[in-house]
C-alpha cells in the first residue's frame, strides 16, 4: 500500500485529479507534487484522488497550480459530511461517463459503415471512397478527441504512453487516406479497395486506410468507456452513507414539535425519535425507553435497550417506544460522518493501478515510434520511392496499434463479470482481480454473512411436566403485542405453530419483558428478574438450562404464569446452512478463515464453532475493523473482507479485497469489490475462484497481444504486410482476444 509521510508541522490535503488516462498519468502528477518544497503526495488513479502532506508555507493553490502544471486538472476534495438535500440528490444521479459513452455510440455508428465497406470489395459503389471519408473524419477526429488530448499533454512533458501510439497510427492512417483520396490516384470515381494481406513495393498512393484509423478508435473507446464505468463506483459508498442517515428530524422548540433538515440540527437541540425511525444524530436520551436497532452500525444482532441517560448513535433506527433526545454531536462529528471518512481514507490509501499495458508502454511505445522513423529512413536508403517508405512506416504505426491491449482487460471482465451476474456474483473491476491472486487471508463478518441477521427461536425449553407447544404458544400470543425484535421472532415461531391467542391486560415493562392475560391464564415473559417481581422463581433445572443456553450464544427469555415458572424460550441470530461448507471451501482455496465481529466473545465463539473458524475477533468497533485489516496488512498478510453492514464499509474498503453481501446495505456494496448478490457466503469461494479465472485469462490476452505485435511488427517493417494488412491482423489480433474471453463463459460454481 503507497502510503505518504505527514510530518508534525505538515498538514494533508485531499484532491480531486481529472484528466488522468493511466497509472503513467498519475505518477506524473505525484512527480510534480513532490517538487513542491516540504510537499510528500500519493495519487491514486483508480480513485482519481491525490493525497498531499504539505507545510502551512505550501497553499492548496499551490497544489492545484502544480497539478495543471503537470496538464491535468483539480479540485480540493469535498469531505464526506452531509450535504443539502438537492446535493444529495445530485451527486447520486450524475453519470460522468454518459459524455464517453454518447462518444462510443456515435464513433461505433460512423465506424461500422466504415469497416463493411472496406472489407467487402462487391459492396463498394461508385464514389464510396469519399462516403467512408465523410463518415470517418468525425470518428478519427471528434471520437478519438481523448486519446489525441493526452497525447499532446504527454508530448508537452516529453512522455509516452498508449495514448501516443493510440493518437499518431490513427492520425497516420487518416493522414495517408488523405494524401491517397487528393494527390493520390484512391479519390478516382470507380476506385476499388482490393483486399490483400501483402503489399507490392511502391504501392499506396492508390489505398486508403480508414477503416483500421475509424475501427481501431471505436474499439479503443469502448474499452475507454467499460473502464470509466467501473471506476465511477469509487465514490459511491460515501452517497450511500449519506442516503443512511435520517434526512429531516423533529426538533422541540418551545414545547412544540418543528420538522427541520438534518444539517440544520444544533448540538443541544432535542429532537423526537418514534418507532421505526432513524436516529437523526448522536445524543443522549432524555426522554422514554426503547430498543435500539444498531445492528448495521456495531455489528450487535441484538437491539440494545436504552433509557434515560444512555448513549445513541446517529443512523440507528428506534425499534420500540418514542424516545427523546438531546443532539451531541452533528454533522461531521457524528459516528456516521466519520465512518464515512474512514471509507473515503481506506479508498485512497489503496495501492495504485498499475496495468501491464499502462508500464510496458513505457518501453514499447517510443520503441515502436524509433522503428517506424527507422522504417521510413532505412527504405529511402536502401532506394525505395517515398511512397513505399511512407506505407512501410505507416505500417509499422497500424500494426503496433494497441487495439487486441485495449481489448484485454474489458473484454475479459465483461465476460467474467456477465458470467458472474449470472451466478449471483459481482465483480466491480479489473484492479480487483489483482488481489485475488495472493489474498491467504479473509475476514468474515458474522451478523448477516455467517449468519442470516434475524433474530428467530432457536429452542423452546419447557420445565418439568409442561408442554412446550403450551409455553410457545402462550409466549408467543403475549409477545406479538410488542414491537421488540426478540418478541416478534417469538411471535413469529408461535403463529408458524398455529393461530394466536388474543391478548388481555396487556403491560410492557421497558427493558424487562412483558405481561398479561392469555387464555385465562396470568403470563408473565421476560427476563427472571420481571418473573421474580411477579413472585415466579426459575427452579435450578430452568436456571442450569438458560446458562447453558447463553454460553452457546443464545438470547434466553423465561415463561411463566398462573404463579409458576413454565419454561424457556432461547433466541438466537441463527447461522445460514451453507455457512459451514463455504468455510470449508474457503479453506480449500488456500485461505485462513477469521471471524471479526461487533457481537460479544461467547457469541462469536459459539458461531465460530459451529462453522469450523479456529480464530476469533469480536467487540470490534466499526473504525476498529478497519484498523485490525491494517495489522494483519502490516504482518504481511493479504487481507480479504466479507461483510454486510454499514460498520463493515471501512474495513471492505481497507482489505485488499472487498467481499459484500448482496442482501446488506448499500454502503458495504459500494465499498466492496466484489458483491454476492444472493447472500449465500458459499458465493465467496465462487467469487474469488471466478476473479483468479479472469484474471488468468487477461493476462493471457495481454502475452498474446504483445507476442502479435512483437512477431508482426518485423514485417511491417520489410514491406511484406501492408497497412491495409495490417489492419486486418489487427483485427485478427482482437478476434482472439475476445474468442479467448468467451471461455470464461463455461465457468461453473463448485458443487
Known amino acids: 500500500m503507497d502510503t505518504i509521510e505527514t510530518r508534525p508541522e505538515s498538514r494533508e490535503t485531499l484532491l480531486d485529479v481529472t484528466g488522468m488516462t493511466c497509472a503513467s498519468c498519475a505518477a506524473r502528477v505525484e512527480k510534480k507534487l513532490r517538487k513542491l518544497d516540504g510537499v510528500d503526495a500519493s495519487v491514486n488513479f483508480a480513485t482519481e484522488r491525490a493525497t498531499v502532506a504539505h507545510p ?66 462487391a459492396w463498394q459503389f461508385r464514389n464510396w471512397q469519399w462516403l467512408s471519408l465523410v463518415l470517418a473524419a468525425p470518428v478519427v ?19 509516452t504512453t498508449m495514448d501516443t501510439l493510440v493518437s499518431l497510427g490513427t492520425l497516420a492512417a487518416f493522414g495517408w487516406s488523405l494524401y491517397a483520396l487528393f494527390v493520390g490516384d484512391a479519390g478516382m470515381p470507380g476506385m476499388r479497395h482490393d483486399f490483400s494481406l501483402t503489399t507490392a513495393p ?66 443541544g437541540d432535542l429532537f423526537v425519535v418514534r ?102 529512413a532505412g527504405w529511402l536508403v536502401l532506394g525505395g520511392s517515398t511512397v513505399t517508405a511512407f506505407t512501410a512506416a505507416v505500417a509499422v504505426l497500424v500494426i503496433a496499434c494497441p487495439c487486441a491491449l485495449g481489448l484485454a482487460t474489458p473484454t475479459a471482465l465483461l465476460v467474467g463479470s456477465g458470467r458472474g451476474a449470472q451466478l449471483g456474483l459481482l465483480i466491480k473491476g479489473p484492479e480487483v482481480l489483482e488481489n485475488t491472486r495472493t489474498v491467504d487471508t479473509v475476514l468474515l463478518d458474522k451478523t448477516g454473512t455467517v449468519t442470516t441477521g434475524r433474530m428467530g427461536v432457536a429452542d423452546v425449553i419447557p420445565a418439568a ?79 442450569r438450562q438458560m446458562y447453558d443456553a447463553e454460553r452457546a450464544g443464545a438470547t434466553v427469555v423465561a415463561v411463566g404464569w398462573d404463579g409458576a415458572a413454565r419454561g424457556l424460550v432461547a433466541v438466537e441470530d441463527r447461522i445460514k446452512p451453507t455457512s459451514a461448507e463455504a468455510v470449508r471451501r474457503l479453506r480449500s482455496l488456500g485461505l485462513r478463515p477469521v471471524l471479526l465481529t461487533g457481537d460479544n466473545e461467547t457469541v462469536a ?93 487477461i493476462k493471457s490476452n495481454l502475452v498474446w497481444a504483445f507476442g502479435y505485435n512483437v512477431a508482426a511488427i518485423p514485417l511491417a517493417m520489410s514491406g511484406r504486410l501492408g497497412p491495409m494488412a495490417a489492419g486486418f ?19 461453473a460454481p463448485t458443487r
Do not use: C
Open 465 to 543: 411436566g409442561e408442554s412446550r407447544d403450551q409455553v410457545l404458544a402462550l409466549a408467543g400470543a403475549l409477545e406479538h403485542a410488542s414491537a421488540h425484535p426478540i418478541a416478534q421472532a417469538i411471535a413469529t415461531a408461535a403463529e408458524e405453530a398455529g393461530p394466536l391467542a388474543p391478548v388481555e391486560s396487556f403491560e410492557d415493562a421497558a427493558g424487562l419483558g412483558v405481561s398479561g392475560v392469555v387464555d385465562g391464564h396470568a403470563v408473565v415473559v421476560g427476563r427472571p428478574k420481571l418473573l421474580q417481581d411477579w413472585g415466579i422463581h426459575l427452579p435450578d433445572t430452568l436456571l
Open 275 to 376: 418507532p421505526g425511525e432513524k436516529i437523526a444524530a448522536d445524543g443522549e436520551v432524555e426522554q422514554g425507553t426503547s430498543a435500539v436497532d444498531n445492528s448495521a452500525m456495531t455489528g450487535e444482532s441484538v437491539p440494545a435497550e436504552v433509557q434515560p441517560g444512555s448513549p445513541v448513535t446517529g443512523g440507528a433506527v428506534n425499534a420500540g417506544g418514542r424516545l427523546v433526545i438531546r443532539a451531541t454531536r452533528v454533522g461531521a462529528d457524528t459516528a456516521l460522518a466519520q465512518l464515512g471518512r474512514l471509507v473515503e481514507q481506506a479508498q485512497a490509501g489503496k495501492a495504485q493501478v498499475q496495468r501491464l499495458a499502462d508500464r510496458v508502454s513505457a518501453v514499447f511505445v517510443p520503441v515502436v515510434l524509433g522503428l517506424a522513423a527507422l522504417t521510413f
Open 605 to 697: 465463539r459459539a458461531v465460530a464453532d459451529r462453522v469450523g473458524i479456529d480464530e476469533v475477533i469480536a467487540g470490534v468497533l466499526p473504525a476498529d475493523k478497519a484498523a485490525v485489516v491494517r495489522r494483519l496488512q502490516e504482518q504481511g498478510r493479504v487481507v480479504a473482507m466479507v461483510g454486510d453492514g454499514v460498520n463493515d464499509a471501512a474495513a471492505l474498503a481497507q482489505a485488499d479485497l472487498g467481499i459484500a453481501m448482496g442482501t446488506g446495505t448499500d454502503v458495504a456494496i459500494e465499498a466492496s469489490d466484489l458483491t454476492i448478490v444472493r447472500g449465500d457466503l458459499v458465493g465467496a469461494a465462487d467469487a474469488i475462484r471466478l476473479s483468479r479465472s479472469t484474471l488468468r485469462t
Open 56 to 121: 502551512d508555507a505550501v497553499s492548496t493553490d499551490d497544489l492545484l497550480q502544480a497539478v495543471r502544471a503537470a496538464g491535468y486538472d483539480a479540485s480540493v476534495h469535498r469531505p464526506a459530511t452531509a450535504p443539502a438535500a438537492d446535493d444529495a440528490g445530485g451527486a447520486a444521479t450524475t453519470d460522468e461517463t454518459a459524455p464517453l459513452r454518447q462518444r462510443v455510440l456515435t464513433s461505433w455508428l460512423l465506424a461500422a459503415p466504415v469497416i463493411v465497406l472496406a472489407m467487402v470489395p
Open 729 to 747: 491482423a489487427m483485427a485478427l489480433s482482437s478476434v482472439f482476444v475476445v474468442l479467448n474471453s468467451l471461455r470464461l463463459r463455461r465457468f
Open 202 to 267: 511502391g504501392e499506396g498512393s492508390s489505398t486508403i486506410y480508414l477503416e483500421a484509423a475509424a475501427g481501431v478508435t471505436a474499439f479503443l473507446l469502448t474499452g475507454r468507456y467499460l473502464e470509466a464505468r467501473s471506476k465511477r463506483t469509487a465514490g459511491a459508498a460515501l452517497r450511500a452513507l449519506l442516503e443512511l442517515g435520517a434526512k429531516d428530524v423533529a426538533v422541540l422548540r418551545d414545547g412544540r414539535e418543528t420538522r427541520i433538515p438534518v444539517q440544520d440540527v444544533a448540538v
Open 141 to 159: 477526429v471528434w471520437g478519438g478527441w481523448p486519446f489525441h488530448k493526452a497525447a499532446w499533454t504527454n508530448l508537452r512533458h516529453r512522455a
